[in-house]
C-alpha cells in the first residue's frame, strides 16, 4: 500500500523559510511524476512544483525563485524548500505522486496523480 506523509508544516512571518518533507513508502514503481500542490481556504488547489517523467522540474510563476523541490531516492522522500515566504502562500500543502504510468505531460496543472498525502499546514503571517 502506498503511502504519503507530509511534514515540517507550521506558522512563519512573512520572509521566514519553511522546509517541507513528503514520506513515500510502499511505491515500487519508477515514474518520476511526483510534486507538491497547494489549496488555500475557498481556493482551487494549485500546483506548486512538480518533478516530471524524466526528471525536469517546473514551479508555478508565483514561487519560482523562491522554492525548490528535490527528491532523496535513498531516502524516499520528496521536500520542497520555501524560502521569502508570503503571506499568500498560506494553505496546506499536499504531496503527490503517479503511478506505474503517466499518460501525458506531467507538470504543474496535472491534477491526475494517484497517490496523495493528507496534507500539512503552512501559515504565513504579515
Known amino acids: 500500500q502506498v503511502q504519503l506523509v507530509e511534514s515540517g508544516g507550521g506558522s512563519v512571518q512573512t520572509g521566514g523559510s519553511l522546509r517541507l518533507s513528503c514520506q513515500i513508502s510502499g511505491y515500487t514503481q519508477n515514474n518520476k511524476c511526483m510534486g507538491w500542490f497547494r489549496q488555500a481556504p475557498g481556493k482551487e488547489r494549485e500546483g506548486v512544483a512538480v518533478?516530471?517523467?524524466?526528471?525536469?522540474?517546473s514551479y508555478a510563476d508565483a514561487v519560482k525563485g523562491r522554492f525548490t523541490i528535490s527528491e532523496d531516492s535513498a531516502k524516499n522522500t520528496l521536500d520542497l524548500q520555501m524560502d521569502s515566504l508570503k503571506p499568500e502562500d498560506s494553505g496546506m500543502y499536499y504531496c503527490a505522486r503517479d503511478g506505474a504510468w503517466t499518460i501525458g505531460p506531467c507538470g504543474i496543472d496535472y491534477f491526475g496523480m494517484d497517490y496523495w498525502g493528507k496534507g500539512t499546514q503552512v501559515t504565513i503571517s504579515s
Open positions: 518533478i516530471g517523467k524524466d526528471g525536469e522540474i
